[in-house]
């Protein structure tokens, strides 16, 4: 086995320091437009991944020139495409008026959310 600088190696403190690749939580839909959802981390996600309860929709949001694109995949309609409030070190967003279901903040539906950084 080859003879590694210790400098290559973090140290166990570093290890036990550092913040999760991964932040996962729940949310109950409310058909409102550019909801916040806090994901209380204080770093911006690279991309969050949204699953409806019931797994009709699934949905991919990601930073893109100053907004947040959604992309959603329904099994019973085409991929769907909004454009929603940037996301933050604190919240990300959800919800636009052209299809609350597809842009995953519809009444009466429970989402699951990874945000990935």
């Known amino acids: 086995m080859a003879d590694y600088p210790s ?3 973090p ?3 570093t290890w036990m320091q550092a913040k999760p690749a991964t932040l996962e939580g729940n949310y109950a839909g409310n058909n409102s437009a550019n909801r916040a959802i806090n994901h209380a ?26 907004s947040a694109l959604m992309t959603s ?19 990300f967003y959800v ?3 052209a299809s609350y279901a597809l842009s995953m903040n519809a009444t009466g539906t429970n ?6 950084y």
Not at 111 to 116: P, Q, R, T, V
């Open 7 to 9: 400098a290559w190696l």
């Open 11 to 13: 140290s166990l403190s």
């Open 41 to 66: 981390d204080g770093r911006v996600p690279r991309l969050v991944v949204i699953i409806a309860g019931d797994a009709s929709v699934t949905a991919f949001l990601k930073n893109y020139n100053g």
């Open 73 to 91: 995949l329904a099994a019973a309609a085409a991929v769907a495409g909004y454009i929603l409030t940037k996301m933050t070190g604190a919240n």
């Open 95 to 97: 919800g636009n008026a």
């Open 111 to 116: 989402y699951y959310w990874m945000a990935i």
